[in-house]
């Protein structure tokens, strides 16, 4: 799986300032910890396994980051903050007028691709929420929080417009969904089926199990 990677800073003469190699050095040792963390988790990170992803020497990684556990924790958290900032991008983008059930499956579809398709930091984050020690999940579960409320708002819109089906508790109907969307990165592999199958099941489930019948 693909990490995502910034584009290094230039100045007006196209090249690389030693500031932005440095800043390319420490955005390479936060991929590769967050492709080590998503593939072996919490206990399986050897910080010589980073240092050898991001083509560093191992003791250099201090000199970016004070410890194992905070870069772990600026991993964890990036993982639901970009999430956050993505699927907050996609449902921007989306024509005026669209109903509350298309906003939802627009978002179920970004919350997978990010989690399978764009970014280890997400799948490491999912994937390690029940692993690492409270203090290094403090700033994710804020940004939990905080993504948890975008959810929080589409499924209430759903039954503001009269689309979300009676019996349903607002809140078990919004955990249900996220907690199958993220359980994704635990069973999906291409050999079970493309991305883009696994999107469209999890829409079917949500028009059909949360919203009213046609």
Known sequence: MATRKGAPDRGASGDVSPESKSA????????????VLSSKGYAGLRLT???????????AIYYYFSSRDQLIEEVMWSGIADMHEHVAAVLDGLPSGTTALDRLLAAAEAHLRHALEISDYTTASIRNAGQVPIEIRKRQILEEERYGELWRKLVNDMA??????????LYIAQMLVLGALNWAVEWWHPRRGSIEAVVANAQSVIRHGLAVSA
């Open 24 to 35: 390319q050095t420490r955005n390479r040792i936060r991929n590769a910890a967050a492709h």
């Open 49 to 59: 396994d980073v240092a050898a992803a991001a083509e560093v020497q191992a003791p």
């Open 160 to 169: 503001r417009e009269g689309q979300l089906r009676e019996e349903l508790d």
